[in-house]
């Protein structure tokens, strides 16, 4: 019984942990821009670890960091993945200062 205490509070900080960095990257995205925004956007998808795609836009001028920071609100941290451009093939995920 006391192992499975100790076991549930570490799992549980571990979450804490998890929901705090998740809220830290959320907070450093700006919003999505609306369908009938004005100016330049991109639309990017994004395949995950499990097979799953995301889809979101971005603003022309929002730079690299905030589309990782995006990815970092939504579960997965810098350490757990690369960015890659399609053509030429490069990963461009080691070439930003966060």
């Known amino acids: 019984m006391w192992m499975w205490e100790i076991y549930q509070c570490t799992t549980l900080s571990l979450f804490c942990g998890l929901q705090a960095a998740k809220q830290r990257y959320a907070n450093a995205v700006p919003?999505?821009?609306?369908?009938?925004?004005?100016?330049?956007?991109?639309t990017l998808r994004f395949r995950c670890p499990g097979g799953e795609t995301m889809q979101r836009r971005f603003r022309a001028?929002?730079?690299?960091?905030?589309?990782?920071?995006?990815?970092?609100?939504?579960?997965?941290?810098?350490?757990?993945?690369?960015?890659?451009?399609?053509?030429?093939?490069r990963d461009v995920s080691q070439h930003v200062l966060m």
Request: glycine residues 10%; negative net charge.
């Open 31 to 42: 919003a999505e821009p609306p369908p009938d925004y004005a100016g330049l956007t991109a």
């Open 61 to 89: 001028e929002e730079t690299l960091g905030i589309l990782l920071n995006f990815l970092g609100s939504q579960g997965y941290p810098s350490s757990d993945y690369k960015v890659l451009t399609s053509y030429p093939r």
